[in-house]
């Protein structure tokens, strides 16, 4: 069964930096490319960060770029996000999810997320 | 704009049929998906490209497109449709923006 665990969450200080980490399992990681999408306390679902299946290129949204770095293990199945000068905004539970594309040889269709965590809580106050 | 915006809450009866709206200049050119949230669990995808649903989604669920606008639909809305809906596309930068979310009463 295809799963994603992610762990890493907790408290930390404005300011402060936490890593979070995403297991994947049931699934050839190595072949997908992989995405964090946060969703603060009564909000709605914010797109954040993804990377591609090889690792080799990357995307950040205008609110953490600078700040938050995307990784990945293959060798491991885990998918890393690194948080950094932490604000009270960031304060949210974060999903990892896996992507969904369809690539022909003329186009590559996106489709979405199919798979996703359960979620890990990131608190920021002091 | 890569954004998308939605209507945030919406209601129907009880068996009837509900239209849940997104619109973004993004989906002249990327298909949108649709995702459903119930409160406290992780987001699902329902509807993906042009009208797929995935496995285990019920029939009722459909998507549909026209121009900057795309729609998901319940056709027979029951008690446990009642959630939040999400929809998400792309864009040429790699942005993949999410709408704001519409909140589904069933009455």
């Known amino acids: 069964e295809v799963h994603l665990v992610e762990s890493g969450g907790g408290l930390v200080q404005p300011g402060g930096s936490l890593r979070l980490s995403c297991a994947a399992s049931g699934f050839t990681f190595s072949s997908y490319a992989m995405h964090w999408v946060r969703q603060a306390p009564g909000k709605g679902l914010e797109y954040v960060s993804a990377i591609s299946s090889n690792g080799g290129s990357t995307y950040y949204a205008n609110s953490v770029k600078g700040r938050f770095t995307i990784s990945r293990d293959n060798s491991k199945n885990t998918l890393y996000l690194q948080m950094g000068s932490l604000r009270a905004e960031d304060m949210a539970v974060y999903y990892c999810?896996?992507?969904?594309?369809?690539?022909?040889?003329?186009?590559?269709?996106?489709?979405?997320?199919?798979?996703w965590g359960q979620g890990t809580t990131v608190t920021v106050s002091s | 704009s890569s954004e998308l915006t939605q209507d945030p809450a919406v209601s129907v009866a009880l068996g009837q049929t509900v239209r849940i709206t997104c619109q973004g200049d993004s989906l002249r050119s990327y298909y949108a998906s649709w995702y459903q949230q119930k409160p406290g669990q992780a987001p699902i995808l329902v509807i993906y490209g042009q009208n797929n649903r995935p496995s285990g989604i019920p029939d009722r669920f459909s998507g549909s497109s026209s121009g900057n606008t795309a729609s998901l639909t319940i056709t027979g809305a029951q008690a446990e449709d009642e959630a939040d809906y999400y929809c998400?596309?792309?864009?040429?930068?790699?942005?993949?923006?999410f709408g704001g979310g519409t909140k589904l009463t069933v009455l």
């Open positions: 998400n596309s792309r864009d040429s930068s790699g942005y993949h923006p």
């Open positions: 999810a896996r992507d969904f594309r369809v690539d022909t040889a003329m186009i590559t269709y996106y489709y979405g997320m199919d798979v």
